[in-house]
Each structure stands twice: as C-alpha cells, then as structure tokens.
C-alpha cells in the first residue's frame, strides 16, 4: 500500500518595504522618576551601554537599508530617546504629543518643532495622546489604545485628522501601559499582540480585525518582544522573546534579535525608540 507524504504547508514569503525612521539618540537617558512599573530610579543606569545599544539598533535599520533621520535630545528629558512616543506621522500628516506626566511635558512641542520646520502638515493635539506608544498603523486602520495614557477623546480627534477609521483598544494591565508594549504592526493586514493586556471587548475587536494574528505569551510580553519594528518581512525585537521568535519563522518572518536591557529600565525597547515617517502617497 502506497504511503502518502505529508506535505508542511509551504511558508509565505514576505516582502519588505524600507521605511524612514525618526530616532533620538540616547545621550541624557536616565531613570530618575517613575510614571511606569519598569522604572526604578534606585537602579544604577549605565549610559554608555545604553548608547552602544541604541547603536546597535541603528546600525540594524542601516543593514536593512532603511532611512533614519535624528531629533537633537534635550538636556533634563531622559526619555526623549523614545521617539515613538513624540508623535504620529501618517501620509505626511502629523498628529502632535500630549503627554499625561509633567515629567514629558516638553518633549511633544520639540518633536513638534522638528516637523514644523520640515514642512510636515501638522496638528498640535488638544487631547493627552501619547503618539505611536498608543496609535499604531496598521493598513487601512490606526489601532488606537487607551486605558493608562491616551485620552479616549483623541481617538476622535486622529480619525477626524487622519480621515481613517480608528479602531480604539482598552489596556488593562499597568505593566503595558502603551498600545506598542502589548501589540506590533507586522505589516498592513497582519500583526502579534498578548491578549492578557487587553480589556475582553478589545480581545473580541483584535479577534475579529484580525483572526490569524501571531498570539504571544506573557512570557514574550514581559521582556517587551511586542515592543518591536518590521518592515514587513524582518522584525526587530528582543532577543529574549525566543517564543515569539519561533512563531515569526513560522508564518515566514525573519526576526533579528536586538539588546536594548539597559533602555528596558524605562520601559521601552526597538518599537519606543524608533518614530516611522510615512511619506504622503503621490
């Protein structure tokens, strides 16, 4: 009797884009007050090494051949490297900053500054949003969280903006405190999130937006593997989210581990310090 071989599903090939990103070097980060569970200024800082792996994640968009452009850091705003968090550029539009805390007050009109001067088309938020921490773009939709620091009334502010609908997700755990420390954009129809971060009715939205997406453990989530960047075939993310890693392969992905530990002491990782600037379409 003759046997059938069992074929594996063949792995799709993903396709990457290069991207324009938007970096802030890292040259006054500290952790000298808290606004998260990760910060704990009683824990020595190495500055050297966060510098050297800031670098490194640069040098890895550079090997990608992906476009990176810098904001001058403030003296006095250690957090400042995170520019994923100083706005939202989407089709040459930018939606400024509004931070919650004091302690980043300033860094939404600096970022905002950069792109005035740039010629971006720019809107200064009247809602606490906290750029691309809580508004990520994916596809036709911005998926937009809420729950710790994005105002909701911003949600409404950025569909009338952006003119795309907006797809708004509850956070409920303070250690994902930010939409891009529980969730990452894949590529424009694909993405991986942690479900535990997410109130139940936003679990049923991600569920039904996106039924096939790449589902990662706590485990994953804890050393920030969704805080990550693809450019639609390579992900930059955590070396430590070695689950996650395996699920990527599987569905086709290259995943490139990058060491940012000493920034992790803040809260952030690939995704916080990397700010995309989306080209309006011609």
Request: charged fraction near 25%; charge should be negative.
């Amino acid at each position: 009797m003759t046997q059938l071989a069992i074929e594996k599903p063949r792995r799709l090939q993903r396709v990457a884009r290069t991207r324009r990103y938007l970096m802030c070097p890292p040259t006054h980060f500290d952790v000298v007050y808290s606004i998260n569970p990760w910060m704990e200024p009683d824990k020595p800082v190495d500055g050297a090494l966060a510098q050297l792996q800031w670098e490194g994640l640069l040098r890895a968009f550079h090997g990608l051949g992906h476009q990176v452009e810098f904001i001058k850091p403030l003296p006095g705003y250690p957090d400042m490297v995170f520019a994923a968090n100083g706005a939202t550029v989407i089709e040459g539009k930018v939606l400024s900053a509004r931070f919650r805390h004091p302690e980043r007050a300033a860094e939404g009109p600096a970022y905002l500054e950069w792109f005035r001067s740039r010629g971006y088309e720019t809107r200064d938020a009247v809602f606490v949003n906290e750029g691309e921490g809580d508004y990520l773009h994916a596809g036709r939709y911005l998926l937009a969280g809420t729950g710790f620091r994005t105002d909701i009334r911003s949600h409404r502010e950025a569909e009338r903006f952006f003119g795309m609908p907006v797809a708004g997700l509850r956070l409920v755990d303070p250690r994902f405190y930010h939409l891009d420390t529980a969730l990452a954009v894949l590529d424009d129809d694909q993405i991986m999130y942690y479900p535990g971060a997410f109130a139940k009715e936003s679990q049923g939205v991600l569920r039904v937006l996106y039924p096939d997406a790449v589902i990662a453990t706590e485990a994953d989530a804890e050393v920030f593997g969704l805080n990550a960047v693809s450019d639609g075939r390579h992900v930059l993310m955590p070396p430590a989210a070695t689950h996650l890693m395996d699920e990527l392969r599987e569905r086709g992905y290259e995943p490139i581990g990058v060491e940012l530990s000493e920034l992790l002491k803040s809260g952030g990782s690939a995704k916080c310090c990397t700010l995309e600037l989306r080209a309006a379409r011609r």
